[in-house]
């Protein structure tokens, strides 16, 4: 029988989930420039794999989502946890583009499903404490993705000519523990029914959109930053390929420091102004990296990038699940992680057209959007703590 969730032993499950999940996609993100350059790829072939990747994820959000509405978001995480697996295995031993194409679609199924189940626990989990916590689940993603993407800068350093495979082994042996204990201590969720009480099926609320065009802004950034910061710094200030993980890493640390203090920002500021400053932090270090040129400056952009993104989807996510349930969670979740997924294959042809340096403009302006779009955001309506 699975765990009853409550406010103290639902915590850890719900942080296994968002930790594993970020340190898979922390390892394919860091992997990607090494990948391309062992396959012989350039940026049009890489965006075509990320297409590819996020019309999956698309699809396991939806199956994810709606599973999870009708039989628990436990059957979904058990799914897709070991699914992550498989894909990050496929796709980092792979030997030509085709088997690489098809590691990149199982991995963007199983994130796909994941992220709607995991966030959809986390709300759950939040309604049961006092304090804001979903900061922290996030931040528990970026502990992941920042080991992820340090585990193939080390192994860059370490074993060169076998660093992906390095990681990608470990980061399996990593990935049975957190199957175990997901099977072990993951909790179920109610199941979730759309109808008034009449019967009749009840609307999604508009603003669920407006967060939804939030989480396209957030999205896109993080998914550019996630994807195509080592490409970028490896193409922009010349260093050499193997290296290029460095900017993925100094993202993904900065993300880690700013989730895990973000409760408490909330709890003292509140979600709004949060979800502003992050914006304009983050827009300010894309229109860094789009401008400048020696690596320390880059990696100062990127650095703030990992800053103020980090900021932003724990609050947009945490408002629509605590407002809307399951359903508008989804609404957004489909939005931001569609954009997470597909945004850096526009990047991609973009680049291959303007150059990957002057393509960084596009998430900039539209991050730059979010500290006028926080000012009309729905007020956060979180429910009393379950007792």
């Not at 420039?33 to 990747?53: N, Q, T």
């Not at 698309?58 to 498989?86: E, K, N, S, W």
């Not at 349930?325 to 931001?336: K, P």
Request: net charge positive; aromatic share 8%; proline share 5%.
């Amino acid at each position: 029988m699975p765990p009853a969730p409550s406010a103290t032993t639902s915590a850890p499950a719900v942080v296994n989930l968002f930790a594993y999940n970020g340190l898979v996609i922390g390892t394919w993100a860091a992997s990607l420039a090494a990948l391309r350059e062992r396959l012989g790829l350039d940026a049009s072939g890489i965006a075509i794999m990320l297409v590819g990747a996020g019309v999956a994820a698309i699809t396991g959000m939806q199956v994810g989502g709606r599973l999870a509405d009708r039989l628990g978001a436990r059957r979904v995480v058990l799914t897709c946890v070991p699914l992550l697996m498989v894909g990050l295995v496929v796709g980092g031993f792979a030997a030509n583009y085709v088997v690489l194409f098809v590691g990149a679609l199982l991995l963007g199924l199983g994130n796909g499903g994941i992220d709607v189940a995991m966030n959809a626990i986390g709300v759950q989990v939040e309604a049961a404490r006092p304090k804001p916590i979903m900061s922290f689940f996030h931040g528990m993603w970026s502990v992941g993705n920042f080991a992820g993407a340090a585990l193939v800068y080390i192994a860059a350093l370490s074993v060169p000519s076998f660093a992906v495979q390095a990681a990608v082994l470990v980061a399996t042996v990593v990935g049975v523990a957190a199957c175990v204990l997901a099977v072990r201590i993951t909790p179920e969720t109610a199941v979730v029914t759309h109808a008034d009480e009449t019967g009749a099926k009840t609307p999604i609320p508009r603003w669920a959109y407006l967060l939804g065009l939030m989480a396209i802004a957030f999205g896109l950034g993080e998914g550019s930053a996630m994807d195509w910061s080592g490409l970028h710094v490896t193409e922009v200030a010349g260093i050499p390929a193997a290296q290029g993980s460095l900017a993925v890493t100094v993202v993904a640390g900065f993300m880690v420091a700013i989730r895990l203090l973000g409760d408490a920002l909330v709890a003292r500021f509140g979600r709004r102004a949060v979800v502003r400053f992050g914006g304009a932090c983050s827009a300010l270090g894309y229109l860094i990296t789009a401008i400048a040129t020696p690596l320390p400056v880059l990696l100062i952009g990127w650095a703030m990038v990992g800053f103020g993104i980090g900021m932003i989807a724990p609050q947009v996510y945490a408002v629509a699940g605590h407002a809307a349930g399951g359903r508008g969670l989804a609404v957004v979740v489909t939005f931001g992680y569609a954009t997470f997924l597909c945004g850096p294959a526009v990047i991609g042809f973009l680049a291959a057209h303007f150059g990957l340096q002057h393509t960084m403009f596009v998430p900039a302006v539209l991050l730059a959007c979010l500290p006028f779009l926080a000012s009309v955001m729905p007020a956060d309506e979180r429910p009393a703590p379950i007792s």
